[in-house]
T-cell receptor, first 112, second 113 residues
Framework: NAGVTQTPKFQVLKTGQSMTLQCAQD?????MSWYRQDPGMGLRLIHY???????DQGEVPNGYNVSRSTTEDFPLRLLSAAPSQTSVYFC???????????FGPGTRLLVL | AQSVTQLGSHVSVSEGALVLLRCNYS??????LFWYVQYPNQGLQLLLK??????LVKGINGFEAEFKKSETSFHLTKPSAHMSDAAEYFC???????????FGTGTRLKVLA
């Protein structure tokens, strides 16, 4: 199993550009989530999904969209990048929310 | 609302010394509690989790944590620190009824030779 994969590993964007961060898992997990990690703030939940076709907002959803058309994939879209979205983004999956979460390697995003 | 608080954003210990990383939780229902570790430039991986089966939970790499309801704590310990333990450690709670994981702000552990 590849586990949770994320692409790209690193990305530089200009303010106002849009992009999609990809996340895929091959463990048939129902629960998937996106976090951003900023120094001194731990991990903050952006969006999560409890199954294909079902998504909901986390703690910091503004400026981000998600969709879950398949069990395997959970892409995160930045609609119009802002410098405040400079961060490291992690995708995670698990059998259920209260179960162990498996994290991807992260995507480092720099918005200029 | 459920939450976790990690006391101490940075902890330094000497190699061979006791490691103690503190986590206090807030929950009105029996919580699911977790400790994760993050090595530099990597994602998080599970160290251990509490799911009410036993109050003393043993994890990987010699770490363990004790659930103390009276103190609302879930501190992480390791009897003897190793250089390879240098990493950032996160306490987390599964917020029942909300489908959300809540993470603490993390504690960076430095191990001194």
């Amino acid at each position: 199993n590849a586990g949770v994969t994320q692409t790209p590993k690193f990305q530089v964007l200009k303010t106002g550009q849009s992009m999609t961060l990809q996340c895929a898992q091959d463990m048939n997990h129902e629960y998937m989530s996106w976090y951003r990690q900023d120094p001194g703030m731990g991990l903050r939940l952006i969006h999560y999904s409890v199954g294909a076709g079902i998504t909901d907002q986390g703690e910091v959803p503004n400026g981000y969209n998600v969709s879950r058309s398949t069990t395997e994939d959970f892409p995160l879209r930045l609609l119009s990048a802002a410098p405040s979205q400079t961060s490291v983004y992690f995708c995670a999956s698990g059998r259920g929310g209260q179960e162990t979460q498996y994290f991807g390697p992260g995507t480092r995003l720099l918005v200029l | 609302a459920q939450s976790v608080t990690q006391l101490g954003s940075h902890v330094s210990v000497s190699e061979g010394a006791l490691v103690l990383l503190r986590c206090n939780y807030s929950s009105s229902v029996p919580p699911y509690l977790f400790w994760y570790v993050q090595y530099p430039n990597q994602g998080l991986q599970l160290l251990l989790k509490y799911t009410s089966a036993a109050t003393l939970v043993k994890g990987i790499n010699g770490f363990e944590a004790e659930f103390k309801k009276s103190e609302t704590s879930f501190h992480l310990t390791k009897p003897s620190a190793h250089m390879s333990d240098a990493a950032e450690y996160f306490c987390a709670v599964w917020a029942s009824g909300t489908y959300k994981y809540i993470f603490g702000t993390g504690t960076r552990l430095k191990v001194l030779a």
